[in-house]
């Protein structure tokens, strides 16, 4: 199953940041995004001309902590289980900060983050019809990946993000579940798929998940005190009957003053 094969899906996160050229280079080089424009202050990043990625510098912006509310990971979805494999290879001849490896039974992820902190995630779908079903949710656990039979599918051939390489998911840290749940599950129509001690998994169209929020770190957070790096905005796109059906295309703001922007899928490929 591909993310688009869901009615809404994640379109491109927005990240502040205090050295645009260190964090772009990040990126570019290591997660083989094409640079698609920049102006010194906001630069984009994408695949198959479509931006995944926005940065938009600002020096004078507070350092957020680890404890509050925002970005946990936004996680790369490969098109295929050769392309993770060619990326790691890639990653790691180029020594990037990698952080940990897991199965995840439904998806192959591998963890690192940028160089402000940002959380990355690099995963791989299994095969829908392999995933594990409880009623009206999805099993998922967190195991060791097996890197030798991953890396075993390599080619060698890594020349950038492939064609079809998206954002599959964003993972936030929040305050609080209920919120979460009567904003992400109720007013953007998001189902839980799996529900984890500390975390809530949504997805729309029976994905695993596209947005995923959690307390680890961050139980009991307040509104976010902006301008502060990391985590500055997030867009969806949808097909139009889907947008319309939440409001139309706005900026929403989740409990913690995230700008949450919806775009139909047409008007996003227009832009």
């Known amino acids: 199953m591909a993310t ?26 290591v997660l083989g995004l094409a640079r698609l424009s920049s102006d010194g202050t906001v630069a984009r990043y994408g695949a198959d001309g479509h931006v995944l990625v926005e940065l938009r510098t600002d020096k004078a912006a507070r350092k957020a902590s680890h404890r509050e509310a925002g970005l946990f990971h936004t996680a790369f979805l490969m098109p295929s289980r050769r392309a993770l494999a060619d990326w790691l290879d890639n990653a790691v001849a180029r020594r990037a900060p990698l952080q940990g490896a897991s199965d995840h039974s439904v998806s192959e992820a591998i963890y690192l983050a940028d160089p402000e902190g940002n959380g990355v995630e690099v995963y791989v779908d299994r095969p829908r019809d392999k995933w594990i079903r409880m009623g009206d949710q999805i099993h998922m656990v967190t195991e060791p990946l097996d890197l030798q039979d991953l890396h075993n599918q390599r080619s060698g051939k890594w020349s950038g993000a492939p064609k079809g390489m998206t954002i599959g998911h964003v993972h936030l840290q929040v305050g609080g579940l209920a919120p979460a749940m009567e904003f992400y599950g109720d007013r953007l129509g998001l189902s839980v798929m799996t529900d984890y001690p500390g975390a809530k998994f949504f997805g729309w169209g029976g994905y695993h998940h596209h947005i995923a929020t959690n307390i680890w770190n961050s139980r009991g957070a307040g509104t976010v005190s902006r301008p502060a790096t990391g985590l500055s905005g997030l867009t969806l796109r949808g097909e139009a009957k889907e947008i319309d059906g939440l409001g139309g295309e706005a900026t929403l703001v989740d409990p913690w003053g995230l700008p949450v922007t919806l775009q139909t899928k047409e008007m996003a490929n227009a832009r």
Do not use: M, Q, R, W
């Open 4 to 29: 688009s094969d869901a009615p809404i899906e994640i379109g491109h996160v927005v990240l502040t940041v205090h050295d645009l050229k260190s964090v772009g280079a990040f990126y570019e080089n």
